[in-house]
């Protein structure tokens, strides 16, 4: 990323509808692309999308598409909701998603899962390990002590050595909740991706 370009979005950021939808095929296709480097999928049903300046860009642009948000007051809502998610310098932002297709699942899982969002883990070189944390905006308000949300908005916090042995190559990226224990390996395109977030 351009150190000149500031991280977090402004008003100037977001193109009006019409300007957006000139731009919006091929900017769509890049995001998509990108989405696919970005996201990890941690066994049958929860996946992982890590956030940055572009996926959160396409989240507001799209809103204020569907919702037809045209005000500077509507947008302005909207960038001061989702710039949480675009990562600090030595933090990565992701959305995790439960997956669940019917009724049935949705009543058996979302109660055993409570406290997922606390439960990801990466596991670095060296034996290091980095642990998800929930946003403070967020915290309390998605999950209850007996039922989770299907989607929840998680940090994690990388010191310079956590960085390093990263960018060293072989991380995993766990669950390790007591009903759902899961683990995937990075591969070389995610870990280009977030170091890109985690580095200036």
């Not at 998610?85 to 990565?92: K, R, S, T």
């Not at 899982?109 to 969002?117: P, Q």
Request: glycine share 4%; proline share 4%.
């Amino acid at each position: 990323m351009n150190t000149l370009t500031p991280r977090k979005l402004s008003l100037s950021d977001i193109a009006d509808v019409r300007a957006y939808e000139r731009e919006r095929p091929e900017f769509k296709n890049q995001i998509m692309d990108m989405k696919l480097r970005r996201r990890l999928a941690l066994g049958p049903f929860v996946s992982v999308i890590f956030e940055n300046r572009d996926t959160v860009r396409y989240q507001i642009q799209e809103m204020a598409r569907v919702e037809r948000l045209s005000t500077d007051e509507e947008i302005q809502a909207e960038i001061d909701t989702y710039n949480p998610m675009i990562p600090d310098v030595g933090q990565l932002c992701a959305t995790l998603f439960i997956e669940l297709t019917s009724e049935e699942q949705m009543h058996e899982w979302l109660s055993k899962l409570v406290g997922i969002e606390g439960s990801l883990v990466f596991r670095l070189s060296g034996g290091r390990e980095v642990r998800s944390m929930t946003e403070a905006q967020h915290a309390g308000q998605l999950t209850r002590d007996y039922v989770t949300a299907a989607v929840h908005y998680v940090q994690f916090a990388f010191t310079s050595d956590d960085i390093a042995a990263l960018a060293e190559g072989g991380a995993l990226l766990t669950c390790d909740h007591p009903a759902y224990r899961e683990v995937i390996s990075l591969t070389l395109d995610n870990e280009i991706e977030l170091l890109a977030d985690l580095r200036p």
